[in-house]
């Protein structure tokens, strides 16, 4: 594992996206595992930079995310594939037919599951996965459990991630109560992994995360047994274990 500290949220930010920038230069026709939240904002802005400079083109580039909350379609504000539209794939030049977020709207949540993972095989696997880190260490919407869930799949959001958020929401109670999410077997199967984390309400869980004992406890605690995954966080984010 690498682990890197940067000063701050941009810089942060930066030397994420040089991982996934680096990965397209080399295989302009590369997949890309993605994922939303507030942390890799930054990063899809310095993504949208490259790409307006020359630097990149995501032409060939195929996505897959992580998650998507189940009952939302991709027109509501607060679904994953909004989130994605806006802050990176309308920005860029991408095909939209090469873009993947699970269907929140499918009535068959087995079917939808077992399609998802089947078109990320299909695809040739994921070259590079973009990792977020949640409060509970959970990765993707895998939560803490008693065991490290394989493939995509539905899951029930526990109440902190609720809570968490329900900050982007009106009312808690609009806040959907599960997600399709791919699984630590998907998140695992990718060829490297890059994880981001930034400010102090981070730190406990980047301790536990990456110097903790790996357990289904501390989802994200399984990277350490990756062959190939970059930490990147800012020096909050560190702050408990420098
Ligand atoms: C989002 C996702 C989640 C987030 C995590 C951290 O697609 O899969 O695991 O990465 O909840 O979210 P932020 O970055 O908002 O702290």
């Known amino acids: 594992m690498v682990f890197i500290v940067e000063d701050d949220y941009q810089s942060m930010s930066r030397t994420a996206a040089n ?5 397209i230069k080399d295989n302009p026709s590369c997949t890309l595992g993605l994922a939303t939240g507030s942390t890799p904002i930054g990063l899809y802005d310095c993504l949208v930079q490259d790409f307006e400079a020359g630097e990149i083109s995501f032409k060939e580039v195929t996505t897959f995310n992580l998650d998507e909350y189940c009952g939302i379609d991709g027109q509501n504000d607060q679904s994953y594939r909004y989130f994605m539209n806006t ?20 009535k068959d949540a087995q079917a939808a599951c077992e399609h998802y ?14 990792l977020g880190l949640g409060h509970n260490g959970h990765i993707g919407f895998n939560e803490p459990c008693d065991h490290f869930p394989k493939a995509t799949h539905e899951v029930a959001l526990t109440e902190s991630t ?9 009312s808690i109670e609009e806040v959907p109560v599960s997600a399709y999410t791919m699984g630590i077997g998907t998140i695992m199967a990718a060829n490297k992994i890059v ?26 605690s399984v990277l350490q047994f990756h062959h190939n995954v970059v930490v990147v966080v800012d020096k909050e984010a560190a702050s408990e274990i420098l």
Request: glycine residues 6%.
């Open 19 to 23: 991982e996934i920038a680096s990965c």
């Open 87 to 106: 802050h990176l794939f309308d920005r860029v030049d991408i095909d939209k037919a090469q873009t993947h977020v699970p269907d929140g709207m499918a």
């Open 117 to 130: 993972e089947q078109a990320i095989i299909d695809n040739g696997g994921i070259d590079i996965q973009l």
């Open 162 to 170: 609720i809570q968490a958020n329900s900050r982007l929401f009106n």
């Open 195 to 220: 994880v981001v984390a930034s400010g102090k309400d981070k730190a406990d869980i980047v301790k536990r995360a990456f110097y903790g004992e790996v357990t289904p406890e501390v989802p994200a």
